[in-house]
């Protein structure tokens, strides 16, 4: 890379944010950090604007712009408030790559600005794909944007299609690690306590998404993300539970050849791989050791115990708006139990319940999107007695 790559990282105070900025940090001579945005911690996020001279700094409560602003009086920094400000700056020349690492569908507005301004996305906000894909997809072509995955499991398939040599996929295989439930029955699943879903056995991940993984929400939130980004139907998405979360996706061809893309479980990894793309660089994680790897292992997913994986599929069957009631309905059911309002089961019990009685629109555009998920999450929020 011969000049610096300046980077907007959306979410920069959540678990990508922080692991892009681990990337940022090990390779000053390659990046640089043009915009940095949370939407309410501002600690972190003030620690971050010094660290890395952030041209500018979004706080997406305007609430609390007044604390951040007077923080970084005098520095680099220019500090601005709300979301408005944030799809404003991502339109900006200054930028060229914008990390997609906000948490849930607040994601979907910037990314839009910003692949309406023909960005390069590193996108780890599966929601936004989710929640509006046919608009996403359709935006990308338009205006000649480029969405990087940043999911390990999607940064896996793209790798493998860079190998493929153009010959057409047959099916991808997504593997899931199987969260920390695999070996529990229902009856235990049943019981299971929020702190006890947030101890996921491989990966460092945010709140939302171990509750997700935990659920198994994750992996069809990842088939439904999969569907649009490879133009690959739902029934050539295959999902395997691998709990060593070595194997991190495979692609199939019509011969039966499989292509796999491993290493160790680190988010810096695809991280990396979005930032320097088409080159590699090294982000500091352990490479795998063969002579000492042991056996992998595979099973099928069970969902009697995980049914939210069924879920997500019969949402991408459905098609037009009903992903994005899931999503809408399954944020609102998994912050009620990480408040310890809702037990494990009832968050899949909730989105069942929303995804029937939703209203559904075949053919949804962006306005049907931001009112399905304003009265999904009503609903949800109905449910949770």
């Not at 491989?202 to 709140?207: C, I, K, L, R, V």
Request: proline content about 4%; hydrophobic content about 45%.
């Amino acid at each position: 890379m011969s000049t610096k790559k300046r980077i907007a990282i959306l979410g920069s105070t959540g678990s990508i944010g922080t692991q892009t900025l681990d990337v940022i940090r090990q390779h000053r001579d390659l990046f640089e950090v043009e915009l940095i945005s949370a939407r309410s911690s501002v600690d972190a996020l003030i620690a971050q604007a010094r660290e890395f001279d952030a041209a500018n700094v979004v706080i997406s409560d305007e609430r609390r712009y007044p604390q951040v602003a007077e923080a970084l009086k005098g520095s680099c920094s220019k500090v601005w408030g709300g979301i408005s400000s944030l799809c404003d700056l991502v339109r900006e020349s200054s930028v060229d790559i914008v990390v997609g690492a906000m948490v849930g569908f607040s994601g979907l507005r910037p990314t839009l600005a910003a692949l309406e301004a023909s960005k390069t996305v590193a996108l780890a906000n599966k929601e936004t794909l989710v929640a509006a894909g046919p608009i996403v997809v359709e935006t990308l072509r338009r205006h000649k944007g480029k969405i990087l995955p940043v999911d390990s499991e999607h940064s896996a398939i793209f790798q493998c299609l860079l190998a493929s040599g153009g010959n057409p996929v047959e099916k991808i295989h997504l593997t899931a690690s199987g969260g920390p439930f695999r070996t529990w029955d229902r009856e235990q699943i049943a019981r299971a306590t929020a702190a006890q879903a947030l101890k996921h056995p491989n990966w460092d991940m945010g709140a939302k998404v171990t509750i997700d993984s935990a659920t198994m929400m994750n992996k069809g939130l990842e088939v439904i993300e999969a569907r649009w980004l490879f133009d690959v139907p739902a029934e050539k998405i295959n999902v395997v539970v691998h709990p060593e979360s070595i194997i991190h996706s495979m692609i199939e061809f019509k011969d039966g050849a499989i292509i796999a893309q491993l290493g160790c479980p680190d988010m810096r990894e695809p991280i990396g791989f979005a930032l320097s793309y088409p080159e590699r660089i090294t982000v500091g994680n352990r490479k795998l050791d063969f002579a000492t790897l042991g056996s992998l292992t595979f099973q099928a997913p069970d969902l009697k115990r995980f049914p939210n994986l069924e879920l997500a599929y019969e949402a991408i069957r459905r098609g037009g708006n009903a992903p994005c009631a899931l999503n809408a309905s399954n944020e609102v059911a998994v912050a009620a139990y990480l408040k310890g309002l809702i037990s494990f089961y009832d968050i899949s019990r909730i989105n069942e319940k929303c995804l029937a009685g939703m209203d559904f629109v075949a053919q949804p555009e962006l306005d049907d999107i931001f009112e399905t998920n304003r009265m999904v999450a009503s609903m949800a929020n109905d449910y949770i007695v």
